[in-house]
């Protein structure tokens, strides 16, 4: 199981810079993919950012060149740094883990944090 806690949200201005964090903790050996994903009322879950054990990223096409993901692997940590924030990226921000390794073995599962508001609003 692994259990996931975000923080670093809050209200920014647009063009303002902001950083979320999210730490995994539980009983497992490694995470494969850690990642972000945000949503809004009424529209799904989207991939912000992701990123592999081996540090391979992906990021959604709206955030390319203004948001960087980063892992630390062995911390269990991931973060991301948000830059040149618009009103369009005000959304609840949920930290993802996937692909869990633990005593039993492989699992293919997502799991997922609370949850951090960003909110991008002069």
């Known amino acids: 199981q692994v259990q996931l806690v975000e923080s670093g949200g809050g209200l920014v201005q647009p063009g303002g810079s902001l950083r979320l964090s999210c730490a995994a903790s539980?009983?497992?050996?490694?995470?494969?993919?850690m990642g972000w994903y945000r949503q809004v009322p009424g529209k799904e879950r989207e991939l912000v950012a992701s990123?592999?054990?081996?540090?391979?990223?992906n990021y959604a096409d709206s955030v390319k060149g203004r948001f960087t993901i980063s892992r630390h692997n062995a911390k269990n940590t991931v973060s991301l740094q948000m830059t040149s924030l618009t009103p369009e990226d005000t959304a609840v921000y949920y930290c993802n883990a996937y692909g869990l390794y633990d005593a039993r073995g492989y699992s293919g599962v997502d799991y997922w944090g609370k949850g951090t508001l960003v909110t991008v609003s002069s």
């Open positions: 539980g009983t497992f050996f490694s995470i494969d993919v």
């Open positions: 990123a592999t054990r081996g540090a391979s990223t």
